[in-house]
């Protein structure tokens, strides 16, 4: 089965720096790559996804990039804030048979944006 | 997020004991999925739904058992609930496969 390994654990930065976790994963064809943020007691909130014919994406602070030869992609936010502090999953999705697809989670970074 | 709901939120009950969990969603999405999420671990999938009545495993299914007879409920239950099922459960859906999956709220489960 699919595994996907996140980096840092934990992440501290000062405000308005940046911040980036990177994830691998060791499966062949992953199709689809979200990246869900977890504020403490809350439920997990997409925040950005890529598909695998797509090598990049931003959305405004964030953005993604895939890098399917090294079977890696990363999150990346800019000028980061107080709120961007929680804790971030990336994930790998891929078909199975009978349909529908299944997500494998990274293990989680802890992020924390300084003052 | 009112679409997906779960129920009930603070959950303790002993070893041995069965226990339900519920989750219920009004958007009519095909997909449902049950997590799992542990200090260390992330969220792990338990078993999910393409549609009613098709249910397969996920990367943790023993001692749990789902159904679904109606598009908009996905019930989890723990037949003999042990220890190493204390965990924060949660349900999620999404309209097709692929897609953004929306969570629900949790249920904290303990056992005792």
């Known amino acids: 089965g699919e595994n996907v390994e996140q980096h840092p654990s934990t992440l501290s930065v000062q405000e308005g720096d940046s911040a980036v976790i990177k994830c691998t994963y060791s499966?062949?064809?992953?199709?689809?790559f979200p990246w869900y943020k977890q504020e403490l007691g809350k439920r997990p909130q997409l925040i950005i996804d890529i598909r695998s014919n797509v090598g990049e994406k931003k959305d405004q602070r964030i953005a993604v990039t895939l890098n399917k030869t090294a079977k890696h992609f990363s999150l990346h936010i800019t000028e980061t804030q107080p709120e961007d502090s929680a804790v971030y999953f990336c994930a790998a999705s891929r078909e199975v048979t009978g349909g529908g697809n299944k997500l494998t989670f990274g293990t989680g970074t802890q992020l924390k944006v300084e003052l | 997020d009112a679409g997906i709901t779960q129920s009930p939120r603070y959950k303790i009950t002993e070893t041995g004991r069965q226990v339900t969990l519920m989750c219920h969603q009004t958007?009519?999405?095909?997909?449902m999925f049950w997590y799992r999420q542990d200090l260390g671990h992330g969220l792990r999938l338990i078993y999910y739904s393409a549609a009613a009545d098709i249910t397969d495993k996920g990367e943790v299914p023993d001692g749990y058992v789902v159904s679904r007879s109606k598009t908009e409920n996905f019930p989890l239950t723990l037949e003999s609930a042990t220890r190493s099922q204390t965990s924060v459960y949660f349900c999620?859906?999404?309209?097709?496969?692929?897609?953004?999956?929306?969570f629900g709220p949790g249920t904290r489960l303990t056992v005792t």
């Open positions: 958007w009519s999405h095909s997909y």
């Open positions: 499966d062949s064809a992953p199709n689809y």
């Open positions: 999620a859906s999404s309209v097709n496969r692929d897609y953004e999956q929306y």
